[in-house]
């Protein structure tokens, strides 16, 4: 017997499973299918916990400033323990090139209602005093970003989902999309077939192939990223620190110090490793050590216990797609987050629920205009 819903989603990750507790709140009949054994097993439990709003456009800064006030309130909402800490982000300049453009990027931001600032040198070392002094021109600061845990978000989702009503099936692979007049009715999947008036796309990596069942063609191309966690240390700095001035083998390094002490540390590599492999290379330690310790010496003799490797759905511009598809009425794409899913997801969540109950505001139209699956992708986002 084919079973019907309200609305279903592909995936169980940093889009899915947020956007499955919101519409499952609003009283929507929901299922979520996952390839996967168990929610956030995709590229979600690969994420390194950073929650920023500074990014460089309207629709990211709004969804970012949105989605920090839901981590930092979950604990309160759910009961949930999601190791939410506002440590902020720092992105420091030690080149005059660097320097200049983050200055003239936080004026655009405070424009588009971003707290930020720029600390000169001695403003920086005050907030952060084991940065290296040589060279550091200064950084920009704000402090209402932070982190929080992917592992027990994505838990606490999955148990807020269910409590709501929402059906989760596991190990269940989409094989098909059902559409009958240029409108989505439903998907089949390895084991059975489903109907629902939405389908949403969240996918991940994975989003292009769904896509492409329906004849649509979404720009997302998975980009590997390799990632390493220490051993606990006590707190000895607060923000994300990143540092955007390329070198030889990767355009930027990040790294910030958990609320259980341990530092969680990334490069994003150069050039960039299109595709799906997701195992461990020897090079990614050397390099990335030798950058976060010339940035952050006293980090020298701290322990790395574990590296990794996932995967960043990207698109041309850097920026996420988030919208309905013209050619397939119900077809809603949440794909492409370029690795910032997890820092965007709640706010996600809220915006996908606004568009299937049909009460976008204003400001989601406007949201949506940037993100759209149609646009030029010619432009390119600024602090990826």
């Not at 976060?292 to 490797?309: C, E, S, Y």
């Amino acid at each position: 017997m084919t079973e019907t819903f309200d609305v279903i989603l592909i995936g169980a990750g940093s889009i899915g499973l947020p956007a499955a507790v919101m519409l499952s709140q609003a009283g929507l009949k929901v299922l979520v299918l996952d390839q996967f054994a168990s929610p956030g097993q995709g590229s979600n439990k690969k994420a390194i916990g950073g929650i920023r709003a500074t990014h460089s456009d309207k629709a990211k800064i709004t969804l970012g400033n949105r989605s920090i006030e839901l981590f930092a309130g979950w604990k309160d909402m759910t009961g949930d323990e999601i190791e939410w800490y506002r440590g902020g982000y720092s992105f420091v300049a030690y080149h005059e090139k660097d320097a200049s453009s983050l200055q003239t990027l936080v004026k655009e931001q405070q424009g588009l209602g971003l707290n930020i600032v720029w600390l000169d040198k001695r403003q920086l070392l005050e907030k952060v005093p084991d940065l290296n002094s040589v060279n550091l021109l200064g950084g920009t600061f704000s402090p209402d970003d932070g982190s929080a845990s992917p592992l027990l978000m994505a838990a606490s989702c999955y148990k807020q989902a269910i409590k709501h009503g929402c059906v989760f099936h596991f190990r269940e692979n989409v094989t098909g999309l059902i559409i009958k007049s240029s409108k989505i009715e439903g998907v089949v999947t390895s084991t059975n077939e489903y109907h629902a008036p939405i389908v949403i796309n969240a996918a991940g990596a994975w989003a292009g192939s769904v896509a492409e069942m329906a004849g649509i063609n979404i720009p997302v191309v998975p980009d590997s990223h390799e990632a390493a966690i220490t051993e606990p240390v006590a707190r000895f700095f607060d923000p994300m620190i990143v540092d955007i001035h390329p070198d030889e083998n990767s355009s930027n390094c990040y790294f910030y110090q958990h609320w259980t002490g341990q530092i969680f540390f990334c490069i994003t590599p150069s050039p960039n490793i299109w595709g799906f492999n997701t195992s461990e290379t020897s090079q990614f330690l050397p390099l990335a050590s030798r950058r976060i310790i010339q940035l952050m010496p006293r980090l020298k003799n701290i322990r790395v216990r574990r590296t990794w490797r996932g995967l960043y759905p990207m698109t041309p511009d850097g920026s996420p797609i988030l919208g309905t598809s013209r050619e397939c009425s119900g077809f809603i794409q949440a794909a492409g987050m370029c690795g910032q899913g997890f820092m965007l997801g709640p706010a996600m969540g809220e915006m996908i629920t606004r568009m299937v109950l049909d009460e976008l505001t204003p400001m989601d139209h406007e949201i949506l205009d940037i993100l759209s699956p149609y646009r030029e992708f010619s432009g390119h986002e600024k602090l990826k």
